[in-house]
């Protein structure tokens, strides 16, 4: 199928997208890796499209004590390359290598991602493991939240009217933290059918486990002993209820791959 039409407009102002996203039916394009094929399908019948893919205050970063602060229109293939400073010792730069093919790399963005909200998406697990936010500008103002809250179900965010993601927020990690990350794909290039992802800072008191493409947003369980296993299938069973025998079995023994392939950064 061909999509409906719509009008389209390179957006140069991160006020006005977000003027017009609250006042009709207008959608946002950055990669157009997620959107075009929902437009083709008809799954998405915007009146406008609104390209925020050149706008430079979503298209740049900075580095702080803290962290890294990533334009929500930086590609999955500007990350790959190491364009931006690493605060994470390897990981950012591994994960994006891991998304897709490099023809999507270059288009998708980390914003359109998170956005997106697909649970099998790479940025929605990886970032609910290291702790990282997105940025929110609105209409209103903007605001800050964490990834693992932002994404509240499949394809569905915690954005209102009128807002847009404008940047992530990544913690730089210490040196000695652990991370490990598996993803179950029947083949490169696709979208997981089972992600694990494990972060450690033993210094800073941290231990993170995510189960991912769960369907739903991800399971995320923190606090001392969360690597060992225990409370795996409950936090499974209440977060992702509905999951047969065998899709549960493959995030628990994901997540395990993931614990197990972890390295000190
Ligand atoms: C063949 C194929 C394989 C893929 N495999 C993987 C994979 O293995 N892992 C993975 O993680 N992803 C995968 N993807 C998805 C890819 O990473 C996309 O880049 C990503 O999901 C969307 O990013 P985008 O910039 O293209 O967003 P777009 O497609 O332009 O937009 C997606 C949605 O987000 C909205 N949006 C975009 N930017 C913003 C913003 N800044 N603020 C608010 N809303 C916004 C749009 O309105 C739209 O609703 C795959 C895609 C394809 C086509």
């Not at 003027?19 to 915007?46: D, T």
């Not at 914003?111 to 970032?127: K, R």
């Not at 179950?184 to 992802?197: D, N, P, Q, V």
Request: glycine letters at 12%.
């Amino acid at each position: 199928m061909k999509p409906c039409a719509f009008d389209y407009e390179h957006i140069d102002e991160l006020s006005r997208a977000c003027a017009e996203l609250q006042g009709g039916n207008a959608r946002l394009v950055a990669g157009a890796q997620s959107l075009g094929p929902m437009l083709n399908l008809r799954l998405a019948r915007p009146a406008a499209l609104l390209d925020i893919s050149r706008l430079p205050e979503l298209r740049g970063f900075a580095e702080s004590d803290d962290g890294l602060l990533v334009g929500a229109a930086v590609t999955h293939a500007e990350i790959e390359d190491g364009l931006l400073p690493d605060v994470t010792r390897g990981v950012l730069p591994r994960v994006a290598r891991g998304i897709a093919y490099r023809a999507v790399r270059n288009r998708g963005t980390i914003g359109g991602s998170l956005a997106h909200a697909d649970p099998a998406a790479d940025w929605v697990s990886c970032l609910s493991a290291l702790g990282g936010e997105v940025v929110l500008v609105g209409v209103d103002g903007g605001r800050r939240m964490r990834v693992r809250d932002f994404v509240v179900g499949a394809f569905h965010t915690a954005l209102r009217a009128g807002e847009l993601v404008a940047a992530v927020r990544v913690p730089r990690l210490a040196p000695g933290s652990r991370f490990g990350y598996f993803k179950a794909c029947r083949k490169t290039g696709e979208l997981a059918h089972a992600i694990g992802a494990v972060f450690v800072d033993s210094e800073g008191g941290t231990e993170r486990v995510v189960m991912g493409a769960t369907g739903g947003r991800p399971v995320v369980l923190e606090g001392e002993g969360a690597m060992a296993g225990t409370g795996w299938e409950e936090a499974l069973e209440t977060s992702a209820p509905g999951l047969d025998e065998l899709d549960r079995r493959l995030h628990l023994e994901t997540l395990r791959r993931a614990c197990e392939l972890s390295e000190t950064l």
